[in-house]
């Protein structure tokens, strides 16, 4: 007998066999998805709550760097300082507070560097010991740190450490009390002291100082106790005008004659406050001869018979400059008047002024050759007219005889 398979029947199979399939294809995705296991994992981790026992490891309690205290106030830590040569050679007295600042800077930003440098210092145990435990939280990031950053103190805090360099224990090498603020490197040189060439400064300031040595204290020129400052322009309106002894044009300071008694007095001047310029003309009185001669270098230049001073108030012998040139005041001077910056020796005043020597005209031609003057020193007016033209202010004058 013939068994027969019905249509149902192959279609039960097919969907057997597709189901079957199915079930192979799940059972294999299911065997290599580790997703499941990773999970059960997780959870069994999660599970594991003893890690609440950290905080029992009392490391808290051992905040034994109040221990390394006292060896790590062994200065080691100064002598990475002391080989800066830096640190020694200091141009500015603001440099050790930069240097304070350096240190605290230094101190905050490298605690880790600062603790490890005092645990290869010492040679204790305890150091090295002490010096662990605060690096190991550094290198796990996973372990909780026992002893946080904000309950350790700074076991080299910048106010404990001393300044390996205090200000005070560092010396000045440009002590105020040693130098001047607008002194010179170099002390100008003197002018040769003959010929007829010399220098001369022209004040731009109304009232210029004058010094005792380059920047050294102010001085004030007198006669006989009267305070003669300098002041520009003069008393009788003409710039104020000095002959130069030491300096020559980009020197900060000049020496010069300044109007005084003694005569030749001379002052330290600062020469921004004044112009250069120079004269190679000389003005020569001689007392002996009563003459008077202009030189420009080794040339005569005019020569003439003069009035000088009489005997009871002499034309005195001394070194002075063409001051100021200035009309005569009155007949007896003479068309011109030509101020010495040179005091009388003789006289304390004179028409209720200071006795002060110049070359002017006159109004009694006939006393030429003779003394016969208060100290000044007379020539025709026709000579003293010619004389002005000739003469730089600042020029060179000397009383010589």
Known sequence: MRIGISRSDRIGFVVFIVLASLLA????????????????????FADIAPAQAVPTTAAIEMPEPAATAEPVTILPAAAPIEDEPEDEEPVEVDEPAEQAEASTTEGDTSDDEASTETASAGTGETQSEAAAPAAAPTETGDVPNPQPATDVPNPQPATDVPNPQPATDVPNPQPATASAASAPATVPADAPAGGTFT??????????TLHTTPGGPQFTPTFNGTALPAVNPTVFGNALVYRVLAGEPGDPWAKVYVPARPNGTTAWVQ??????????????????????????GNNVLLTTAAVLGKSSSPTPRANGWVEEIMAGPSAAYGPRLISLGIYSDALNSFGGSVPKIALHGTNNPGLMGQYASNGCIRVPNDVISQIAGMMPIGSKVQIVG
């Open 25 to 44: 294809v799940l059972l294999i995705s299911n065997r290599g998805d580790g997703s499941t296991e990773f999970a059960q994992e997780v959870e069994t």
């Open 271 to 296: 020469t921004s406050q004044f112009n250069w310029s120079s004269s190679n003309r000389m003005l020569q009185i001689n007392v002996s001869t009563n003459t008077v001669t202009v030189f420009e």
């Open 199 to 208: 220098r001369t400064l022209t004040a731009t300031v109304s009232r210029p």
